[in-house]
């Protein structure tokens, strides 16, 4: 138990359930965290939003189901890379994600949660599990169908999805041991 309390998933859970109750408080998060268009961010150079769109959900289900698929991929994640480059590949997946997802937003389309980075745990794990000669279908069974969710149902940012998704694989491919 004292590992988990020390864990790099853990610290991230902790963080982005915090600023939730934060926002609950005394609001005003989402306002100042949610990720608008490129238009936007370029236009008055608030690209913290790349990063802080992890610390905004759209309500509790949301917030729920992001922490629960984050408690159960950052762990394996982070035990299979190490905690330095578990946060390499979170906040590469975060930021790449981000990236598709306010390149490719119409103009008033903003974005909330982590799930992007959620994804490159997806593509991380699969990197891993792949390498090591693990079964993959899982996996990729579960990408499909919740990548497939963005198509389905509205105000899912398929665009993070990806975007993560890519991130996270081309990270975890590059700083996987050799071993």
Known sequence: MASL????????????????????????????????????LTSTGEWYRLVTVALVHGGIFHLAFNLYALFALGNPVESAFGKSRFFVIFFVSL????????????????????????????????????RY??????????????????????????RAHLGGLIGGSIAAAAMLPKR
Not at 101 to 130: D, H, M, N, R
């Open 5 to 40: 309390k020390r864990s790099a998933t853990t610290l991230i859970v902790t963080i982005i359930a915090a600023a939730y109750l934060y926002n609950l408080v005394f609001g005003g998060l989402e306002n100042r965290f949610a990720l608008p268009n490129i238009d936007y």
């Open 95 to 130: 930021i790449s994600g981000s990236l598709l997802s306010t390149y490719l937003a119409t103009p008033y389309q903003y974005s909330v949660g982590v799930s992007g980075a959620v994804f490159g745990l997806f593509g991380a794990f699969a990197v891993v599990s792949k």
């Open 133 to 158: 000669g693990l079964e993959i279908k899982s996996i990729a069974a579960i990408v499909i169908i919740n990548f497939a969710m963005g198509f389905v149902i509205g105000g899912v940012d398929w």
